[in-house]
T-cell receptor
Framework: GENVEQHPSTLSVQEGDSAVIKCTYS??????FPWYKQELGKGPQLIID?????GEKKDQRIAVTLNKTAKHFSLHITETQPEDSAVYFC????????????FGSGTRLSIRP | EAQVTQNPRYLITVTGKKLTVTCSQN?????MSWYRQDPGLGLRQIYY???????DKGDVPEGYKVSRKEKRNFPLILESPSPNQTSLYFC?????????????FGSGTQLSVL
């Protein structure tokens, strides 16, 4: 079955700097890769996703890149702000099938003022 | 407002005392799922349901039951809770059957089994 590994587990960056979180997956059939943000005391919320037919997707300060050959995908946050402090989860699944969505172990991102 | 509602938010119980965590969504989603979140392990799927009366095991189903008698409700049942089921639980729903993969999560239930 699918296995998703996420690194680092904790990340501290200076406000205004960039943050990068990396994930690898094992199942070459996976073709959908979402990222969820979990703020303190809340449930995870989808912030961006990418399908395997594209290599990069951007939404304002957030971008996700995908390398299908290496089975890597990454979340990039530029110009970090205090409200970016949260736990981030990557995930992998087969789009629109009954397959399970497998989550990574999470990255706790802290933004230093 | 579109939302997934879980109750209770916090629950402390003792080993062996049956409990139910309720989950309800108001978005007419076919797909619902339960996850547990443990430090260093991320979100692990317990059970999921593709539609009414259709449920299937996730990665960690042992010790849990679910039912899907109505489209909006997907309760999680612990028949005989044990301390290793102490965890943060999340219910989620989506219309992924129709190609929309976005999961909507509830606010979580923190369960402690003594």
């Amino acid at each position: 079955g699918e296995n998703v590994e996420q690194h680092p587990s904790t990340l501290s960056v200076q406000e205004g700097d960039s943050a990068v979180i990396k994930c690898t997956y094992s199942d070459s059939a996976s073709n959908y890769f979402p990222w969820y943000k979990q703020e303190l005391g809340k449930g995870p919320q989808l912030i961006i996703d990418i399908r395997s037919n594209v290599g990069e997707k951007k939404d304002q300060r957030i971008a996700v890149t995908l390398n299908k050959t290496a089975k890597h995908f990454s979340l990039h946050i530029t110009e970090t702000q205090p409200e970016d402090s949260a736990v981030y989860f990557c995930a992998a699944s087969v789009y629109s099938s009954a397959s399970k969505i497998i989550f990574g172990s999470g990255t706790r991102l802290s933004i230093r003022p | 407002e579109a939302q997934v509602t879980q109750n209770p938010r916090y629950l402390i119980t003792v080993t062996g005392k049956k409990l139910t965590v309720t989950c309800s969504q108001n978005m007419n989603h076919e797909y619902m799922s339960w996850y547990r979140q443990d430090p260093g392990l991320g979100l692990r799927q317990i059970y999921y349901s593709m539609n009414v009366e259709v449920t299937d095991k996730g990665d960690v189903p042992e010790g849990y039951k679910v039912s899907r008698k109505e489209k909006r409700n997907f309760p999680l049942i612990l028949e005989s809770p044990s301390p290793n089921q102490t965890s943060l639980y999340f219910c989620a729903s989506s219309s992924r059957n129709r190609g929309n993969e976005k999961l909507f999560f509830g606010s979580g239930t923190q369960l402690s089994v003594l």
